[in-house]
């Protein structure tokens, strides 16, 4: 008896378009003998197949059990069709208008199927370093426009050859509507240029000058993806320390690049730091980010790497160009963002060339254009989970969704310090990579673009902006001055919504949201808060002892005055006060330019100015990094009192760590452990009364003093050791980089509460 034909529609969402998932579709059809047709459609993909039952059941099970490794298909819906005409599986054009929801891919790492035909000298590729198909290669940082189809692409200047055309067009080809596909004849090349002598425009010849200027121990800009790389030897110290000195990077961590090796591409890596499974796991997966991972103590790498920490951030090549620089030269190479301090990394070649010249020997440049930057991403075990420091290339932009709808499309821009910006609409939220601190023109003039880009790309024009309550920051006034209705956020407040949107429970929360500055309600700058309630309904239930900073902004980059301003604010002196002119104490005693603060960050950077002696930093948060560093075990903690002031906040109050921070009798690891353990019994304790007045038991941590992981595991382990129930962010870092999607999830929340 012949088998039961049947015809099934079946609607897939999720990231199923610019991810090669059609092709997919229409080899597994194929393969299982069935007809019918694969169609984007509105943020979706539609399926008619039609064969056997058993066939279209196995093909049904196999879309998503199957599918590639870069999509995420979810069945939205199979339902019965008619049987069609035809006896052809086709993947025929999208309906007009279905990219305005597209699934914007972020830039992927070079597959292994690309990585085998780049090292095969019989393959037509062998060693062409802009080597991709649909399953890797760049994406967000070369679309123009869409529909995404090459002519709106970066590649749209590189017309394929016949080789490249027949691959192409072929639907049983991994490289069917791949649209970077290219080979040496018809595709981008490399060019090495030295100021003041000939280019070497050879494609190979150029690889092989920059290998030479690398191990001669020069720096090379090299252009990758989304941006430009600082390249030298990681194991030379003169060329690190040259490198600083030119950058003007005393003492900010390097990243290091290191050549795959062993069954997980990590064996050289292992050699410099201590990678665990769960690191393990994301650095060689699709991301390919840095990875922040223990230094080992036999460490060749050059000391200038890291400079005071006990961590390093190494990754592996993500590009076929940094997969071959990697392999010819046989070692680790520092490759730290191609920018100036604080800048979005920089991305085209004669502007490269003019703003690096004072830093780099030598350029390794290529024509292929950068439509907008994309830096690397940056994670860190904390709490037992890789969680994000900064976003970028491969996981940006990042999707997700709301728990509550939007009531008009919004543009939420973030604060002032790692800066992003999300586009939100119905419940759907697309945060940008990193773009950088917003005060240099260029990060402005970046973020315009990223801005406009999202909009355009997604097909959604924003009604209305939201952005902090900061009249200061740059993105405040931004917003102003568009022609645009402006809500606002309060800073912490946003830290507290972003965190309990993503995790997304029913009922109250207490969150602790803990940085260094963000103004509060109060007008004054807030940063060590617990907030209760849900997102559009928070309200500040305790916080730190307030004290006041002297130089205000200055205290950020200068240590020393928030470790001076806790001694005169208990009227004790501090040897290592750098206030020689007395100028700082009387502007302090005379509440000049003094704002009152309740930061954690800043308390932090107090410690680390008095125990690591540390009375100015050259980069953010290097203090208490630095403090973190010290630590190996965990102290019996110092009591910090929790006292009720007259706005009903409780307090609790940080005089009784001053006599432990300055004890010199005391190692400086035995100190900063101590004050470690003081601080996460302090939110253990204003947990407990959290819960004895208000009955709460789910607690959240978020904000930037929240990367600390031995605050982090000692307070997380406390918590849960007396009942509570402890969430941290996963899916955007907890510091400002959350910012953009909590003004997002606070504003809908707010307008749900207000529509009853």
Known sequence: MPPVHEARRIRLRGHVQGVGFRPFVYRLATEHGLSGYVQNQLGEVEVVAAGPAESVDNFIDGLVDEAPPLSSPSLAEVTDAQLPATTEFRIIDSLA?????????????????????????????????????TQCGPRYTLIETLPYDRPNTSMAAFPLCPDCEAEYLDPSDRRFHAEPVACAACGPQLAFERAGRETIAATADALVAAVAAIRDGEIVAVKGIGG?????????????????????????????????????????????????????????????????????????????IAPGLDEIGVFLPYSPLHQLLLDAL??????????????????????????????????????????RPADDPV???????????????????RELTLPWRLAAPTLAVGGHMKGTLALAWERRVVVSPHIGEMDSPRSLDVFEQVAADLQSLYGVQ????????HPGYTTHRWAGRQDLPVEQVWHHEAHASALAAEIDRPG??????????????????????????????????????????????????????SAAAL????????????????????AWQKHINCPTTSAAGRLFDAAAAIVCELPVASFEAQGPMMLEALCRTRRDAVDLPLVEDDGGILR???????????????????????FHASMAGAILAQARAARARHAINRVGLCGGVFQNRFLVEQAQAMLEADGFDVHLPALLPGNDAALSYGQAAELAAREVQNNG
């Not at 062993?262 to 990875?291: F, H, N």
């Not at 208990?570 to 104490?585: I, N």
Request: aromatic share 8%; net charge neutral.
């Open 97 to 133: 208008d279905a990219d305005a929801q597209i699934f914007v891919p972020p830039d992927y790492f070079m597959c292994d199927d690309c990585r085998r035909e780049l090292g095969d000298p019989s393959d037509r590729r062998h060693g062409y370093p802009f080597i991709n198909c």
């Open 652 to 674: 609790s109050d940080w005089q009784a760590l001053l006599p432990v921070l300055d004890d010199a009798s005391r190692a400086p690891a035995q100190r900063a452990e101590a």
């Open 567 to 586: 001694h005169w604010e208990c009227d004790a002196s501090w040897q290592a006060v750098q206030d020689g002119d007395g100028l700082a104490r009387t």
């Open 508 to 561: 109250d929360w207490l969150v602790f949201a803990w940085d260094g500055v963000g103004l509060g309600r109060d007008g004054t700058l807030w940063g060590g808060e617990a907030f209760l309630g849900r997102p559009g309904a928070w309200r500040r239930f305790a916080s730190l002892r307030p004290f006041r900073l002297p130089g205000g902004d200055k205290a950020g980059r200068e240590p020393w005055r």
């Open 379 to 397: 994670f860190r075990r904390i709490a037992g989970a890789m969680r994000p420091i900064r976003i970028g290339r491969g996981c940006a932009p």
């Open 228 to 304: 430009y790389h600082l390249v030298c030897s990681a194991l030379d110290e003169r060329a690190v320390a040259r490198l600083r000195q030119r950058k003007r990077r005393p003492a900010k961590p390097l990243a290091v690049m290191v050549p795959v090796a062993g069954d997980d591409g990590l064996d050289v890596a292992r050699r410099y730091a201590d990678i665990d499974a769960v690191a393990a796991e994301l650095a060689s997966g699709p991301v390919r980010p840095i990875v922040l991972a223990a230094r080992r103590t036999d460490c060749a790498l050059a000391q200038g």
């Open 330 to 371: 046989g070692g680790p190479v520092v490759a730290t963002s191609g920018n100036i301090s604080g800048e979005p990394v920089l991305t085209d070649n004669d502007e490269a060339s003019r703003r690096l010249a004072p830093v780099a020997d030598a350029f390794l440049q290529h024509d292929r254009p950068i439509v």
């Open 462 to 469: 924003a009604e209305r902006i939201v952005c902090d309550a």
